[in-house]
């Protein structure tokens, strides 16, 4: 099935246009970090989980109980949302808890939410 999009008549490079895309485009390093830093947010346990911090500094049990998830599943997405510098943690006894890493990621799920919105 092929979908139905428009395109122009003819064919026609447009140096101009071409030249300001090419000086502004980052290079394919920093493409692919962007799309990988975007993987994370692809996946709904993640999402539920920077919701929760986005009300809170929690704990993993904490965690778990608001999802209704166990500590370990939590504790996964966590080490994922940690390695990507999304979240960080900070121990008190022998508790840690997990806040966001800075406002960035508020203001990603944020835009992406009022994007849905609209």
């Not at 980052?26 to 919701?51: C, Q, V």
């Not at 500590?71 to 121990?91: E, P």
Request: with cysteine; hydrophobic share 40%; charged share 30%.
């Amino acid at each position: 099935m092929t979908e139905n999009f428009e395109k122009c008549e003819s064919t026609e490079v447009h140096d101009e246009l071409l030249a300001i895309v090419n000086e502004k485009l980052p290079d394919e390093d920093a493409l692919y970090d962007l799309a990988e830093l975007f993987k994370i947010f692809g996946d709904s346990t993640r999402i539920r989980i920077l919701f929760v911090l986005f009300e809170a500094e929690v704990c993993v049990c904490d965690l778990a109980a608001a999802l209704n998830m166990t500590d370990s599943a939590v504790s996964h997405q966590l080490g994922i949302l940690k390695r990507n510098k999304l979240v960080k943690s900070r121990r008190v006894g022998k508790s840690v808890f997990y806040s966001l890493a800075d406002g960035h990621v508020r203001t990603i799920i944020s835009q992406g939410m009022e994007h849905l919105e609209e």
